[in-house]
């Protein structure tokens, strides 16, 4: 099973809660296409903070220099990112925790994004949505995409607390809840650990 971690938009958690599922699932990660990297990349993060022995942590199809938008960054490096290429380099996992760069309508060339890239490799989706002020606009204009390309959508994981958005944004994007997340400045190994023995428990209410 093939699970695309997306969000709302960029430094919403997606990383962490990427970590969360693979440790929780003992799954595999991959995030094909890393923007910046001078301060490591997400894949050797995550590979740091899991501690089950099964999780495989696969290179990425495209590790780009420049922290930006992938079709700016790709263009730096006079690359053009090919999703026929990411499908190519997919990992044959049993289950596979695939992360996306910034969110759902994150340009990876000229004219495809990353809700094409959730497409192509027909995986089911976990958007993530930081509960901050705006986030209701921005996690209903998510659902909104995902439903007008027909994407498999399993639900919402939250990321952090404020005030009560998260039942409203069920209702109303008729998509499940899947778990929260407390925010913390600094997830590390014992955290993730903790968070997914805790979403474990809740896997018997995702719709797989």
Request: with cysteine.
């Amino acid at each position: 099973m093939n699970i695309f971690v997306t969000g709302t938009g960029t430094g919403i958690g997606k990383t962490v809660i990427s970590a969360i599922i693979t440790e929780a699932l003992r799954a595999d990660y991959w995030k094909p296409v890393q923007a910046g990297f001078d301060e490591g990349t997400d894949s050797e993060w995550v590979k740091k903070v899991l501690t089950n022995d099964k999780s495989v942590i696969h290179p990425e199809a495209y590790k780009l220099r420049l922290p930006a938008s992938p079709h700016i960054a790709a263009r730096e490096e006079n690359i053009r990112i090919d999703l026929d290429k990411i499908y190519e380099l997919l990992p044959g996992a049993a289950n596979l925790v695939i992360e996306g760069a910034g969110g759902i309508m994150v340009p990876l060339n000229e004219n495809e994004f990353v809700i094409d890239l959730i497409k192509k490799l027909e995986a089911r989706v976990v958007i993530v949505s930081r509960n901050t002020l705006g986030s209701i606009n921005h996690s209903l204009l998510t659902a909104m995409a995902c439903k007008q390309k027909g994407l498999r959508v399993l639900g919402w994981v939250f990321n952090g607390s404020y005030l009560d958005y998260e039942d409203e944004i069920v209702k109303w994007s008729g998509y499940h809840y899947l778990g929260s997340v407390p925010f913390v400045e600094t997830a590390d190994k014992k955290f993730v650990a903790e968070q997914a023995a805790e979403m474990e428990k809740q896997f018997y209410n995702w719709p797989w």
